[in-house]
């Protein structure tokens, strides 16, 4: 889905448009998409559901959550910074 995204905003702004971006997602994103992202997004809003994963994998059966969303998390920040 992502490269799709990417492919859309790089012909929208060939063709001129410019609008800040916001990627709104659930916090469970890898570090690999996220690089697909880097320097198209100007503000990443992750969910951040859990820090226990005895708790995420009772309520969205994902054990890894905590660990994932604090490497998306990072990666996010490392591309757009503090705001």
């Known amino acids: 889905m992502v490269p799709y995204i990417v492919d859309a905003v790089e012909l929208a702004v060939s063709k001129g448009l410019y609008l800040p971006l916001v990627y709104n997602s659930g916090g469970y994103d890898s570090v690999e998409t996220l690089g697909l992202l880097d320097g198209i997004i100007d503000i990443y809003m992750p969910d951040m559901k859990y820090s ?32």
Do not use: F
Not at 55 to 77: C, F, R, W
């Open 52 to 83: 226990d994963e005895k708790t995420a994998e009772q309520l969205s059966g994902i054990k890894d959550y905590p660990k994932v969303n604090k490497a998306a998390v990072k990666e996010m920040h490392r591309q757009v910074s503090d705001l």
